[in-house]
């Protein structure tokens, strides 16, 4: 059988869902050719330029005013504005002809069978045997858009559900129609997973599916909950955020960022599908709700929606919250619960569970009724939905940002306990929950051997949850495969000669532990293996150093501690470059400061799609000091080339962390310089980086990787850069886009990067750039402003502009 391969993908619909699947797609390299009707009627402008319908620019409207407001919409769709040159744009009428070109048609028209049938009809007649043709339906069933259309169709047919925004929420449902051929099925699972970065998850073609089943069962309880249990927006919102694993907008800040139409839209159709579903009351929409529609509170799109943003007369912004009783918008009030005050020192989420539903607070009532409903809702939807339980959490955690799907959590507190929540709701669970536990078996989940089993029913048994061997998940081998830790480092054998290093001090943040940590693991690698991994599966790689010790050293004037801290920190940067053994660094999410000095530092980076990365010491008064300042004027000199202008070279870079720029994708980090083209390499699915890393360093080794050899070459511009340096931050200065602080911490970076006040261009050692780093920082430290903007940063979160 010949290989399937995407190199053309055509999206039919270019709304919200269709500009972001286009996106998304042209994301990971692929040709789109994004289509969409024909405008009825000529606009304003169309009619003062003399255009008529007839024009192309005019019949393209459409589909080029939608992909236009996709690209500039923020959170960005794109990892690169450059990529949108990979999409190309048509019409329904003069371009259908052109899917013929296409490996795959997705649709993502209007929720309409109608429409929908209409325009595979249409498609139909153009596309090529073979060709997958899915649609990207939230909630009509699968086998009434195949119905009448050939065996070939059929077969290549399926529904594949991306949640909004495509690039961000992983969730990838596969809907199978009731003639969809098993081979293609697994392809697009697999292309889910390995192309698309997705948690790719094939489900049943019964209404919502999973994800938005669950997603919205849940959200519906709490509508009902919140009235019952008499609690506010802001509780709630309090009660289902970070604390339980989920995003900051929890509950009614995301049903404003999606939109409450859509919530209402897709809740009605579960409403109208599942007549004998046991919960189906929880489905109809509460009398607040059918207020909020008529008074079109939408949400952001609105204006206003549970929250509403307003001016105040003074010029500031405050956001107020809707009161479900008098339904009228009022001053925020602050929740605050006993029970979460005993969580703030449980760092794992999972582990908040069982202290969470103990609370004998409002607090602890919530959890348990929201938590005792779900358990016996997703219990029920066995084999409804899913016959696999392992979906319906990885749909959760894929397609709603939950840390832990509803049976991970079932676990964390224990299953008979949970069975006694659903109990004390009049409630019962599935009966093979109860046979589960009769049968000796105690949990949903079991890990052996660095792999995740789930509870099979019709097995009766754990089974391997299915595609781990393309994985390496830290929290299933941290135990078993140890090395050496302390408190805030473990390391780790990944198996065939490679170590990992991972982070565990809060939010990741580097200090004296850390670094320990990386030296030691460095120690083991050169002694007894082949490579190093620096790597966590943590939301955010690094923020950066531990700031709160620069802090105190700082005000107690320990400078001779502090310049020790500081060496041993540019040190650690060094030893990752000029060890005898290749090291990759692995960035995710957040990667500041001291974790991009890191990333800098490594011989190849294995960067996933979703890192931030920048050197951003400058909003806290310094610059960068762990070998960043070196490695940016070192990077700056290897770029120089004859005849080049090289002081427009060294701008770059300066300006790189002058302005404490982060890239929104690892995409941005080659603009920048932090990565580095045909050298570091960017993996769009994270679950996947960690084994790609470990490929990485393994290959380097298996290529007789040798120590390199300390640079002394690098090229400095002495005088003439320093000048151009110091005349740029005065004139700044005086434009008003600097302050006096910020202009004192840039000449100081200055004076490093062009390699101190040499009379010429000269050639000088790393270590010399180091020492020159090293010097500034710690002036830098001595300034009260600088202390000022620690102080801020600590206990604010924030930058202080002095």
Not at 34 to 60: F, M, Q, S
Not at 181 to 200: A, D, I, Q, R
Not at 622 to 647: C, H, N, Q, W, Y
């Amino acid at each position: 059988m010949s290989k399937r391969r995407i190199n053309k993908v055509a999206v039919i619909g270019s709304g919200i869902m269709g500009s972001g699947i286009a996106c998304h797609c042209a994301n990971i390299g692929v040709e789109v050719l994004l289509l969409d009707i024909v405008p009825r009627e000529l606009n304003d402008a169309e009619k003062k330029k003399g255009l008529t319908l007839e024009d192309k620019v005019v019949r393209n409207r459409i589909v080029n005013d939608d992909l236009q407001k996709a690209i500039k919409s923020n959170p960005a769709p794109l990892y690169h504005k450059d990529f949108a040159k990979r999409i190309s744009t048509g019409n329904l009428e003069d371009d259908i002809s052109k899917v013929k070109t296409a490996d795959w048609i997705i649709e993502v028209v209007v929720e309409r069978l109608d429409i929908k049938k209409q325009v595979f009809e249409n498609l139909a007649k153009h596309r090529k045997e073979g060709t997958l043709i899915t649609t990207n339906t939230s909630g009509i069933p699968i086998h009434l858009m195949s119905e009448g259309h050939s065996e070939d169709f059929q077969k290549h047919f399926c529904g594949t559900h991306f949640f909004n925004p495509p690039r961000y929420l992983k969730l990838f449902e596969i809907i199978p129609g009731p003639k969809t051929s098993p081979e293609v099925l697994e392809f697009l699972n697999e292309y889910g997973e390995k192309f698309l970065g997705k948690t790719s998850v094939v489900a049943k073609d019964t209404p919502a599916f999973i994800g938005n089943r669950i997603g919205i069962f849940g959200i519906q309880s709490l509508f009902h909950q919140v009235k019952e249990m008499g609690l506010t927006i802001e509780e709630v919102d309090k009660l289902t955020g970070p604390v339980i694993g989920r995003p900051k907008s929890a509950t009614f800040r995301t049903v404003d960022v999606v939109g409450l139409d859509t919530l209402v839209h897709v809740s009605k159709g579960i409403y109208d599908n599942v007549p004998d579903d046991e919960e189906h009351g929880i489905f109809q929409i509460p009398g607040f709700i059918d207020t909020m529609m008529e008074n079109k509170w939408l949400g952001s799109k609105s204006g206003q929606g549970f929250y509403k943003k307003v001016k105040n007369d003074d010029g500031s912004s405050e956001i107020l919250s809707l009161d479900l009783d008098s339904m009228e918008y009022r001053k925020s009030k602050k929740a605050s619960f006993g029970t979460l005050e005993k969580t703030k020192s449980v760092d794992k989420v999972s582990d908040r569970f069982p202290i969470l539903i103990k609370g004998e607070d409002k607090a602890g009532e919530f959890y348990r009724k929201n938590f005792g409903a779900m358990f016996a809702y997703v219990s029920k939807r066995i084999p409804e939905i899913t016959d696999e339980l392992y979906k319906i959490d990885d749909a959760m955690k894929a397609g709603f940002g939950w840390e832990n799907g509803p049976f991970e959590i079932w676990d964390a507190i224990g299953v008979k306990k949970g069975i006694e929540l659903i109990k004390d709701l009049g409630k019962e669970p599935a009966a093979w929950v109860t046979e589960m536990l009769e049968s000796g078996v105690d949990s949903f989940y079991d890990v052996r051997d660095g792999n995740t089993y789930y509870y099979s029913i019709p097995d009766k048994t754990h089974k391997k949850i299915p595609g781990q061997d393309s994985f390496i998940i830290l929290d299933n081998i941290r135990k078993s495969k140890e090395v050496w830790s302390n408190k805030d480092v473990v390391v780790e054998d990944l198996g065939d000669g490679i170590l990992n290093v991972e982070f565990r001090s809060k939010m990741n943040s580097i200090g004296g532990d850390v670094l320990a940590g990386v030296n030691k693991a460095i120690d083991l690698a050169e002694a007894s293996f082949d490579g190093l991994v620096i790597a966590n599966q943590g939301k955010n790689f690094s923020v950066g150093a531990n700031i709160g010790m620069i802090f105190m050293m700082a005000v107690e004037q320990e400078y001779e501690e502090l310049n020790a801290a500081v060496k041993y920190f540019q040190d650690t940067s060094m030893r990752l470059r000029y060890s005898s053994i290749p090291v990759v660094v692995a960035p995710r999410g957040m990667t500041l400061g001291g974790g991009c000095e890191f990333t800098l530092h490594a011989d190849r980076v294995v960067a996933a799609a979703e890192s931030y990365i920048g050197l951003v010491e400058f909003g806290v008064g310094v610059i960068p000091g762990g070998g960043g300042s070196k490695e940016m004027a070192m990077r700056a000199s290897d770029t120089f080339k004859k005849d080049d202008v090289e002081l427009n070279r060294l701008q770059d870079y300066f300006l790189t962390i002058g302005m404490a720029k982060v890239s929104t994708s690892a995409y941005e980090a080659y603009d920048t310089g932090i990565l580095q083209k045909g050298k570091d390499i960017v993996i769009v699915n994270e679950a996947r980086q960690i084994a790609a890393a470990k490929a990485v360093a393994r290959f380097m080794a298996d290529q007789s990787y040798t120590k390199p050899i300390p640079r002394t070459d690098v090229k400095v511009l002495g005088k003439q850069a320093l000048g151009m340096f110091l005349v740029g931050t005065d004139q700044m200065v005086a434009g008003n886009y600097i302050s006096e602080h910020d202009k004192k911490i840039a000449n100081k970076l200055a004076y490093v990067m062009a390699g101190g006040d040499l009379s010429e261009a000269s050639y000088v050692s790393e270590q010399y750039l180091l020492d020159l780093e090293r010097e500034a920082f710690l002036s830098l430290t001595g300034e009260r402003k600088t202390l000022e903007r620690l102080q801020h940063m600590i206990q604010k979160g924030k930058p202080l502009r002095n």
